[in-house]
C-alpha cells in the first residue's frame, strides 16, 4: 500500500465515523449526553453526538489536507486538492429543499 492509498483507507474509515455519528445522533438526540454513571450499565461517551459529529468532520478534513497536492499522483494527473465549491454547494442545498416536501407528502418526514 502506497502513501495515497494509505490516506484514501483512512478517509474511508473516518467517514464510516461520521456515519456512526450520524447514527448515534438519530438513535440519541443530538445533544444526549449518556455518562459512566447511568443504572443501565451501558457504555458511555463524553461528547454529545453533535460534538462527535463535529470531530469526526475534522478528521475528515485532516485526511483531506494530507491528500491535497500529495506527490505520489503520477505526473500529468491532476493532483487532490479539495476547496468546497459554492456552486455545487447551493445545488445539493437546493435540492434538498426541493425534495423536503416530498418526503413530507409520502409521511417519511415529520415535524
Known amino acids: 500500500m502506497n502513501t ?3 490516506l484514501l483507507t483512512k478517509l474511508i474509515e473516518e467517514l464510516g ?3 456512526k455519528a ?3 445522533a438519530l438513535t440519541f438526540g443530538l445533544h444526549d449526553t449518556w455518562r459512566e454513571d447511568n443504572e443501565q450499565d451501558l457504555p458511555k461517551w463524553d461528547m454529545t453526538p453533535l460534538q462527535e459529529l463535529k470531530h469526526e468532520l475534522n478528521d475528515v478534513a485532516g485526511v483531506l489536507r494530507l491528500l ?3 506527490p505520489s499522483f ?9 476547496h468546497p ?3 455545487e454547494i447551493r445545488a445539493k442545498v437546493a435540492k434538498l429543499l426541493k425534495m ?3 418526503s413530507r ?3 417519511t418526514l415529520t415535524e
Not at 503520477?74 to 479539495?82: K, S
Request: hydrophobic share 15%; charged share 30%.
Open 4 to 6: 495515497t492509498e494509505y
Open 17 to 19: 465515523e461520521v456515519q
Open 22 to 24: 450520524c447514527t448515534k
Open 68 to 70: 491535497e497536492g500529495h
Open 74 to 82: 503520477p505526473p500529468g494527473v491532476e493532483c487532490f486538492v479539495y
Open 85 to 87: 465549491n459554492e456552486d
Open 100 to 102: 423536503m416536501p416530498y
Open 105 to 107: 407528502e409520502k409521511g
